[in-house]
């Protein structure tokens, strides 16, 4: 969280007031379309390996998981990227903005994989392992982002999100799924199903509830950004960001206590 904070103070710095407003303008864009692809699943998967008896079905429910989400997120970031012309000209009139865009929607492609892994390192209570890495994989945030927005500015700040994404999916994979090498069996048809209905019956509601937050969350700079200056965005931004650290320890409370009580709800409901 430290690291994360002080990257975020780096970031400030380097970047001019109008700069980091532009930034603030293309993630939010990028949140409201990415939360889109969620459908719940990260919650739903972890619950759902938190129950699983055997590895070979964990590594099912974490197949199923990844086909539907990239089903939504396919089209989602295709269709970002596509739109990302008419976004930065016609709707904020910033040419700028394009190549920042059409970036976001690769990192979106690259970001769906992520929670899923995370789903399975969390289902199976490896909390040691989780925290390890996210304390890792921060350290390897401030190395890139510092260096890159220093030199390339607001599209250096896409370029490390890409390349943090892209770091951060190889190694999760590696850390999630190595311990179930042996164990690799994909889902039949009526496998599929099953986990399809059993995923989503929790995971929707779930779904509903993050596109509210995200949308609330993510409107202030998408609506400023059409009628006000940069400056006054990268403002917000910053106070947005800032205020949102204050999640951090319910968030990592949240990463034990879901796949925990799971468990016990299928083992031990009383």
């Known amino acids: 969280m430290g690291l994360g904070i002080i990257q975020s103070i780096v970031i400030a710095r380097?970047?001019?007031?109008?700069?980091?407003?532009?930034v603030g303008i293309v993630t939010a864009i990028g949140g409201v379309f990415g939360i889109y692809q969620h459908l719940g699943l990260a919650s739903g998967s972890t619950r759902e390996i938190s129950a699983a008896k055997?590895?070979?079905?964990?590594?099912?429910?974490?197949?199923?998981?990844?086909?539907?989400r990239y089903f939504?997120?396919?089209?989602?970031?295709a269709g970002l990227f596509l739109a990302a012309v008419y976004l930065a000209v016609d709707k904020y009139g910033h040419p700028e903005l394009i190549l920042p865009i059409q970036i976001f929607a690769v990192v979106l492609l690259v970001q769906g994989i992520q929670s899923m892994l995370n789903s399975v390192?969390?289902?199976?209570?490896?909390?040691?392992?989780?925290?390890v890495y996210q304390a890792a994989i921060s350290a390897l945030s401030v190395l890139l982002y510092v260096p890159l927005v220093y030199f390339f500015k607001v599209n250096g700040f896409f370029y490390?999100?890409?390349?943090?994404?892209?770091?951060?999916?190889?190694i999760l994979g590696i850390v999630a799924l190595y311990p179930l090498r042996r164990s690799i069996k994909f889902p039949s048809f009526s496998d599929f199903?099953?986990?399809f209905r059993d995923l989503l019956s929790i995971s929707l509601g779930i779904y509903f509830v993050k596109i509210f937050y995200t949308m609330w969350q993510k409107s202030g700079p998408i609506l400023?950004?059409?009628?006000?200056t940069p400056e006054i965005v990268g403002i917000f931004s910053f106070a947005m960001l800032f205020s949102s650290k204050i999640m951090a320890v319910s968030d990592a409370?949240?990463?034990?206590?879901?796949?925990?009580?799971?468990?016990?709800?299928?083992?031990?409901?009383e």
């Open 160 to 170: 490390a999100l890409l390349a943090f994404n892209v770091s951060a999916s190889i």
């Open 121 to 131: 390192i969390s289902g199976m209570q490896r909390f040691k392992t989780l925290f």
């Open 224 to 228: 400023l950004g059409v009628d006000v």
């Open 14 to 22: 380097v970047l001019t007031v109008s700069e980091y407003g532009l």
């Open 193 to 195: 199903k099953r986990l």
């Open 54 to 68: 055997e590895d070979s079905e964990v590594f099912k429910i974490f197949v199923t998981s990844v086909v539907i």
């Open 253 to 269: 409370v949240t990463d034990v206590n879901l796949p925990l009580l799971s468990k016990k709800f299928v083992t031990n409901f």
């Open 72 to 77: 939504v997120t396919i089209p989602l970031a």
